[in-house]
């Protein structure tokens, strides 16, 4: 019995994962155990939809019950959420236990760097949880339509299956399904090497996406506005523009949101909420029948 845990924190990149052996399962699922069971409002998953370290998944690679585990869970802040329950567990620490075990094991592939990052963002999102979530943005409503633009049906990619979990920001921005989490310049068989823009958006343009030199969000003449914005250092994320000049983005392999980590509808993603993504690189656009992303 073995256990698949990957670290949910990147939009475009793959998240770091690694697999725990039969005594280091069998430690988990007792530290998984449930403390006191949540309903109610307690019981909501987190938001999915942000950017950011958004938790543990857990994934038994055998049958779950042998590791009494669900075959499918979330742990974050204490808290496991998996299909039709929600508890807190025993083991409060278990991110952290997770972490050094994945420092410990031999070929995990995270690097220090990346777990020092894991811990420090797994800190500052159980600091934050003290403050009360703000309220809902309301939709601004300009009435202009770019009629090159994509629609928002995010029910299309939300699927909770093979297109969701498969197409990362970069897809869904391009409006483009590969299956493949898309990387910017894998198509034309080159690869990023630094996390900045100078590293991804000539990638960008490998894939024929073409930059904008306007400064305002408005509809360009032909093709869709996206907009490419980077965590320094660590990873990409791209939001793309609707019919109604508003925004739109899909963190990772959770599903499309029209919402910032505020909770407000994105009129502009220079001045969205976008968490640790604080480099704006630029607009560009793409063009369909003309691009090609793998």
């Not at 202009?144 to 979990?165: F, H, K, M, S, T």
Request: aromatic share 8%; charged share 15%.
């Amino acid at each position: 019995m073995s256990v698949r845990v990957t670290f949910d924190i990147f939009s475009g990149r793959v998240n770091p994962a690694f697999t725990l052996g039969p005594s280091d399962a069998a430690e988990l699922s007792k530290r998984l155990q449930p403390a006191a069971k949540l309903t109610g409002a307690a019981a909501t998953p987190p938001a999915q939809s942000v950017l950011g370290y958004r938790g543990v998944l857990i994934e038994p690679l055998g049958p779950a019950a042998v590791a009494g585990l669900p075959a499918h869970a979330r742990v974050v802040d204490g808290t496991l959420y998996a299909p039709g329950t929600a508890f807190r567990i025993q083991g409060s620490d278990t991110e952290d236990y997770l972490l050094d075990r994945a420092a410990a094991t031999a070929g995990s592939g995270l690097s220090p760097e990346l777990i020092a990052l894991l811990r420090e963002e797994s800190r500052s999102r159980a600091a934050a949880k003290s403050s009360p979530p703000p309220p809902a943005g309301a939709n601004p409503g300009p009435a202009l339509v770019c009629r090159c633009a994509p629609l928002y049906e995010p029910g299309w990619w939300n699927d909770g299956g093979q297109i969701q979990l498969h197409n990362n920001c970069y897809n869904y921005a391009c409006d483009y399904r590969t299956d493949t989490f898309a990387q910017p310049g894998r198509a034309a068989g080159n690869r990023i090497t630094q996390f900045s823009c100078q590293g991804v958006q000539p990638c960008a343009i490998d894939d024929a996406l073409t930059v904008s030199p306007q400064q305002a969000v408005r509809c360009p003449g032909e093709g869709h506005l996206v907009a490419l914005v980077i965590w320094p250092g660590w990873d990409f994320h791209w939001y793309r523009m609707g019919r109604e000049l508003l925004w739109s983005h899909k963190p990772g392999n959770w599903p499309v949101t029209n919402l910032d980590n505020a909770g407000q509808r994105i009129s502009d993603p220079r001045t969205a909420d976008r968490g640790r993504y604080t480099a704006f690189c630029s607009f560009m656009v793409a063009m369909h029948g003309h691009i090609k992303i793998d």
